[in-house]
């Protein structure tokens, strides 16, 4: 169960958060939810990147008892920032920036695991989707040995415009994929980057595949067929930081 402190419930004091602006992490909602606040809920979410869903009504009794109202909201744990703000920022910095951007990781210790290894190499952000993805809740900065509270964590609407948005901004966009078409060591690290990291159980989608300039594999010499993502993905940083140090 999550902490009390990292939530509100009732609508109205959703509403309230929503409209002060607090960092979201997401909203449960009970599933045939049809009342004038929900209405009004809905209303003030329009054109906010939060996610939604849609639950049955035990889920939320099994999180609290009191009165929540067909409502939940959980506080994120860090201020999430946009990639189209930190790119600029970066740039008149004098800095050559590097992202990691995460698509469809779920699984919060490999999100933790994978901050680490970020903040340790100097990465300047993590890209996450708002839908089908890691929390960045107590868990994560747990296991990121607090990496996430100095780590930009970014959250996207859709990661296919971010790409876009990055490569339009003169970024080289790398994508780790047993689909690779050659050895991630002769890949090109060395400008402003991103490299994408999939899940391990579906890999990049192919949407944001295509978008990517140069499909990478790491190779495989025994029988199962791909590594833990935040070991994938600490093996690429460090190739990349290789490079850009040389």
Same mark, same amino acid.
């Given at each position: 169960?999550? =902490? ?11 509403? &309230? ?9 997401? *909203? ?7 009342? &004038?606040?929900?209405?009004?809920? %809905? ?12 639950? +049955? ?5 099994? *999180?609290?008892?009191?009165? #929540? ?5 959980? *506080? ?12 600029? %920022?970066?740039? &008149? ?5 590097? %992202? ?10 490999? %999100? ?23 929390? @960045? ?8 040995? !607090?990496?996430? #509270? $100095?780590? +930009? ?20 966009? @790398?994508?780790? $994929?047993?689909?690779? =078409?050659?050895?991630? $060591?002769?890949?090109?690290? $060395? !400008? +402003?980057?991103?490299? @994408? ?5 579906? /890999?990049?989608?192919? =949407? ?13 010499? /025994?029988?199962? &067929?791909?590594?833990?993502?935040? @070991?994938?993905? /600490?093996?690429? *940083? ?9």
């Amino acid at each position: 169960m999550t =902490d009390r402190t990292e939530m509100i419930f009732g609508a109205r004091a959703v509403i &309230e958060a929503i409209q002060a602006d607090k960092e979201i992490d997401k *909203i449960l909602v009970k599933k045939d939810i049809q009342s &004038e606040l929900s209405k009004e809920l %809905f209303a003030a979410l329009k054109g906010r990147v939060i996610p939604v869903q849609r639950v +049955p009504v035990e889920r939320l009794n099994r *999180i609290t008892r009191k009165n #929540h109202q067909g409502v939940i909201a959980f *506080i994120s744990a860090v201020a999430y920032q946009k990639t189209e703000d930190l790119v600029p %920022f970066l740039f &008149e910095q004098g800095k050559n920036p590097f %992202f990691i951007m995460l698509d469809g990781v779920t699984d919060v210790r490999n %999100f933790g695991a994978i901050a680490r290894t970020c903040e340790c190499a100097g990465v300047d952000a993590v890209i996450l989707p708002a839908k089908n993805s890691v929390s @960045v809740n107590a868990d994560a900065i747990k296991t990121s040995a !607090g990496a996430l #509270h $100095t780590l +930009p964590v970014c959250r996207e609407q859709s990661l296919t415009a971010t790409l876009r948005f990055l490569k339009d901004s003169g970024f080289r966009v @790398v994508a780790a $994929t047993e689909k690779g =078409d050659y050895d991630y $060591t002769k890949a090109d690290y $060395t !400008g +402003p980057l991103c490299i @994408v990291m999939g899940a391990e159980d579906k /890999g990049v989608s192919y =949407d944001n595949l295509a978008l990517c300039d140069e499909w990478v594999r790491i190779p495989m010499r /025994g029988t199962i &067929e791909s590594l833990n993502v935040s @070991v994938a993905a /600490g093996i690429l *940083i460090y190739e990349a930081l290789k490079q850009r140090i040389d």
